[in-house]
């Protein structure tokens, strides 16, 4: 499991966006540490203290890296010259907030340091689906290996009308995130009342933003050795709203 490194001038925020993240993985979170203010409550960043960081939560799968403000880029980036640990280590350019949760749930997930960077450099796009506005240019490079919108041989889909109060939102995609990550299969989700998707079901933000409401139909689409099972345990899921309605009970 990837490390994660939070680096932030204000100790009570990088706290309370960890907190945010460790919220929606339960019981199993990555390894993460938090590398906040510049000592005797100054606000600031303090590169020896990123380094301990980074090397604390550091392991074979790598380790990923926040920052929310310019000299915390800074901080970070003096940081790698002090580091004793080899193993790869990476400084993320995503959003803060939404960088630190797509990474913590994915991380959780198993999902690989490529994977993890990836996906928190997308971040924004959820948001910005949200407020009407296209995702982010990106060069092919940013790719993921696959496109969502293709059509695998053998595909198995169901149908299922959201009953979650909010929709898709944060939660619920973390938790399908989640179930995903154990199954050998490629799933995605797509609305179809709006027509909006395909997207990856391993993909935090891409489920985000989809918009899918309470009371849509939402289309679940699976290929590969386990897609069966992996339809049948997301289908289970969304009659039950995701774990969110018997949370509320």
């Known amino acids: 499991m990837i490390g994660i490194v939070v680096v932030s001038h204000s100790p009570a925020l990088a706290q309370a966006a960890v907190d945010l993240a460790l919220e929606m993985v339960g019981d199993s979170p990555p390894p993460i540490a938090i590398a906040a203010g510049a000592g005797a409550g100054v606000i600031g960043t303090d590169a020896t203290k990123v380094a301990s960081a980074i090397d604390e939560v550091s392991s074979p799968d790598g380790v990923l890296v926040f920052?929310?403000?310019?000299?915390?880029?800074?901080?970070?980036?003096?940081?790698?010259?002090?580091?004793l640990t080899k193993h790869d280590?990476?400084?993320?350019?995503?959003?803060?907030?939404?960088?630190?949760?797509?990474?913590?749930?994915?991380?959780?997930?198993?999902?690989?340091?490529d994977e993890v960077e990836r996906e928190t450099h997308e971040a924004m796009d959820a948001k910005r689906g949200q407020l009407g506005r296209p995702p982010l240019d990106r060069s092919t490079a940013d790719a993921p290996p696959e496109t969502a919108g293709e059509v695998s041989m053998g595909e198995i889909s169901i149908e299922e009308r959201?009953?979650?109060?909010?929709?898709?939102?944060?939660?619920?995609?973390?938790a399908i995130v989640k179930a995903v990550s154990t199954f050998d299969a490629r799933v995605t989700i797509s609305v179809v009342t709006s027509g909006k998707g395909p997207v990856s079901a391993s993909?935090?933000?891409?489920?985000?933003?989809?918009?899918?409401?309470?009371?849509?139909?939402?289309?679940?689409?699976?290929?590969?050795?386990?897609?069966?099972?992996?339809v049948a345990e997301l289908g289970a899921m969304a009659t039950e709203g995701f774990g969110e309605l018997s949370d509320a009970s």
């Open 67 to 83: 920052m929310d403000l310019g000299s915390a880029v800074l901080s970070a980036t003096m940081a790698l010259e002090f580091l």
């Open 89 to 113: 280590v990476r400084l993320s350019a995503a959003p803060f907030v939404e960088g630190i949760i797509a990474g913590v749930v994915l991380a959780a997930a198993g999902a690989g340091l």
């Open 162 to 174: 959201l009953i979650n109060p909010d929709g898709l939102h944060s939660r619920p995609a973390a």
């Open 203 to 230: 993909s935090l933000f891409g489920i985000m933003s989809l918009g899918a409401k309470e009371g849509d139909v939402i289309c679940i689409s699976a290929s590969g050795p386990q897609a069966t099972a992996a």
